[in-house]
């Protein structure tokens, strides 16, 4: 783009100093320093005067924000995998390109998703936090703070695609059987590779799992997909693990179920309405029940600077008159 007006590139929150700095390189840039989100008006004015606004999940960018743009938007290059915040099919009749940044945080998530896996069976952070809170441990005890053993025990993936094939590596090698159902069965040498069973009906494995993890993407389809009538399906011995976004369980349905004691418990990295996290989630957490943790699954240095090239690469790419790698297009319905 040397020798051409460099475009007008919002962005809505703090990005790592490497990648902000990059963008200015490139771009007339406008950072968030202060990494506050914007609000619906500051939106609005990005939406009007940009020649591209780099989003985040904090922010809704829907089809009445997207009615205000002005005729300079061409992209939304959104800082992240999911899109579910922004309204692709608006920004398409309005001729705007939208991106994301696929393929980053697999490792990440997956990560998390194993961490969560074992610290809620295994009761981590019930121990970590009796001798922070200068609990008074008097020492070994054969009969304290027993968990149970994940080895051995059957894993049911909701979701088998990347994230869900890497949890699924970390777990077999752990000595967990993997389960899975998805819209289409994986590739035979991926479940040749993972000893993997394909269940065609998610009610069928739901009942059987000793472990679900949820890894499939928030669509219109997936709301509530673990709901209500489905979570009354699992093993009372059973833990749900969700690292994907919140809004495919019913969480106040998980809820009351993990307080009758009709689930053994759960470990949550993203809830249904957050950022406000439910006061019975906290009370179960207090209680050792559940392991909640603030969206941390893609928080590494190394997944945010691969984000932010992602994103500098799409909006490169436009401005130099091709097409975008990592465009997402409307659901075909």
Not at 82 to 101: K, Q, S
Not at 135 to 157: A, E
Not at 213 to 226: E, G, V
Not at 251 to 259: F, G, K, N, R, Y
Request: aromatic share 4%; with cysteine.
């Amino acid at each position: 783009m040397t020798g051409r007006k460099k475009p007008l590139v919002v962005i809505t929150r703090k990005l790592p100093d490497q990648v902000e700095t990059r963008m200015r390189e490139l771009f007339d840039a406008r950072l968030n320093v202060d990494d506050r989100p914007m609000s619906r008006e500051e939106l609005a004015d990005a939406v009007k005067e940009a020649d591209v606004v780099v989003p985040t999940i904090t922010d809704r960018i829907d089809a009445e924000l997207i009615a205000q743009a002005g005729e300079r938007l061409r992209l939304i290059a959104n800082y992240g995998n999911g899109v579910d915040h922004i309204d692709v099919p608006a920004a398409a009749a309005r001729g705007i390109t939208v991106t994301n940044t696929p393929n980053v945080l697999t490792e990440d998530t997956a990560d998390m998703t194993m961490a969560l896996m074992l610290a809620v069976p295994r009761r981590l952070t019930e121990g970590a936090a009796l001798l922070q809170n200068d609990g008074k441990w008097v020492g070994w005890s054969p009969t304290w703070m027993l968990g149970r053993r994940i080895w051995g025990k059957r894993l049911g993936i909701v979701g088998m695609g990347r994230i869900g094939t890497a949890v699924a590596r970390r777990a077999k090698a752990f000595g967990i059987s993997i389960h899975y159902h998805n819209r289409r069965r994986v590739a035979p040498m991926i479940e040749d590779e993972l000893e993997a069973t394909y269940w065609d009906s998610l009610d069928q494995m739901l009942a059987r799992m000793d472990i679900i993890s949820i890894n499939c993407p928030s669509t219109p389809a997936t709301f509530h997909l673990l709901s209500a009538r489905r979570l009354a399906l699992m093993l009372p011995s059973a833990y749900l693990v969700n690292t994907a976004r919140g809004d495919i369980v019913d969480e106040d349905a998980l809820i009351t179920m993990i307080e009758q004691g009709k689930l053994a418990g759960a470990g949550l990295d993203v809830f249904e309405y957050e950022p406000s996290i439910n006061k019975r989630l906290v009370k179960l957490a207090n209680q050792g029940k559940v392991v909640i943790l603030p969206h941390m699954g893609s928080a590494t240095i190394e997944g945010r600077i691969d984000m932010g090239e992602k994103v500098i690469i799409n909006i490169r790419t436009l401005f130099d008159g091709h097409r975008p790698p990592d465009r997402v297009l409307p659901r075909m319905s």
